[in-house]
């Protein structure tokens, strides 16, 4: 049985199928990899919500090879894929089961940048609200310095 927000009972067929019905996904990736102020050479952590079947998370982990990404998404299909995706990455991917805004993110100062592909769009407005306002605590701050809560 389909989730909300999985586009395809089967997540084997995700991402050729994606790629068939989302117009410029690669696209949409490059422009996501294009905008954190990072340098490729920097560490990275990175936590990506709704991250499906790790495409775009194979992406980051390629682009800041020193960067370690949380991949969360609610699907255990699209986390098999995922894993299977990711294992040659190591520990840099960590993949866990989870629901945005309700599990993720869910500490203070903890990530360095927070990425979320054809996902958010799921939640109503109020729950975009709870999950903006969770994912600005939850980044380090750019000085490198903590905030007060």
């Not at 994606?18 to 990275?44: C, F, G, Q, T």
């Not at 866990?96 to 407005?125: C, K, M, N, Q």
């Amino acid at each position: 049985m389909k989730k909300p927000g999985e586009v395809f009972a089967d997540a084997s067929v995700y991402d050729p199928g994606i790629e068939a019905i989302v117009p410029r996904y690669d696209e949409l990736h490059d422009a996501i990899l294009n905008s954190p102020p990072h340098d490729r050479n920097d560490p990275v952590n990175v936590l990506e919500l709704g991250a499906g079947t790790g495409e775009l998370t194979t992406k980051l982990l390629t682009r800041f090879p020193k960067s370690d990404v949380l991949v969360v998404d609610h699907s255990e299909q699209m986390l098999g894929e995922a894993e299977r995706k990711l294992e040659t990455f190591g520990d840099r991917a960590t993949l866990e089961r989870g629901a945005f805004p309700d599990d993720y993110p869910a500490a203070e100062d903890e990530y360095d940048l927070v990425v979320s592909s054809l996902a958010i769009h799921h939640l109503d407005e109020g729950r975009k609200r709870d999950l903006f306002d969770a994912v600005y605590e939850s980044l380090s701050p750019a000085d490198g310095s903590s905030t007060a809560t």
